[in-house]
């Protein structure tokens, strides 16, 4: 299965809406999605805090391009009801500030 995010936005905004995303993929059907996209999610969170949200500077956050996929791949043992077990998953980010002029 895969996943797709794209978001511009403070770093704030931009992890309430990774929140936001998670809830969204959370239906029947997107079980394996939502598995691959809750587990990238806390990095993404991460990098965003940890790079960009720094409250110390005095200065307003910067607006920043959030560019994420990623899929993956499970298998079953073939046992009805049984667990299936995640067997790769892959994940590419773009993040940068979003330094085009708005008008």
């Known amino acids: 299965m895969s996943w797709s995010?794209?978001?511009v936005g403070t770093p704030a905004k931009l992890i309430e809406a990774l929140e936001a995303e998670s809830v969204r993929l959370d239906r029947p059907g997107n079980e394996q999605c939502k598995l691959e996209f809750d587990?990238?999610?806390p990095a993404l969170a991460a990098l965003?805090?940890?790079n960009f949200a720094?409250?110390?500077r005095g200065t307003s956050p910067p607006v920043m391009l959030l560019e994420a996929s990623g899929?993956?791949?499970s298998e079953s043992d073939g046992t009805a009801g049984s667990e299936r077990r995640q067997t790769y998953r892959n994940c590419a980010v773009t993040l940068?500030?979003?330094s085009t002029r708005i008008v």
């Open 5 to 7: 995010f794209n978001a």
């Open 39 to 41: 587990a990238a999610k």
């Open 48 to 50: 965003l805090r940890e």
């Open 54 to 56: 720094d409250e110390q």
């Open 71 to 73: 899929h993956g791949a």
């Open 96 to 98: 940068r500030p979003f």
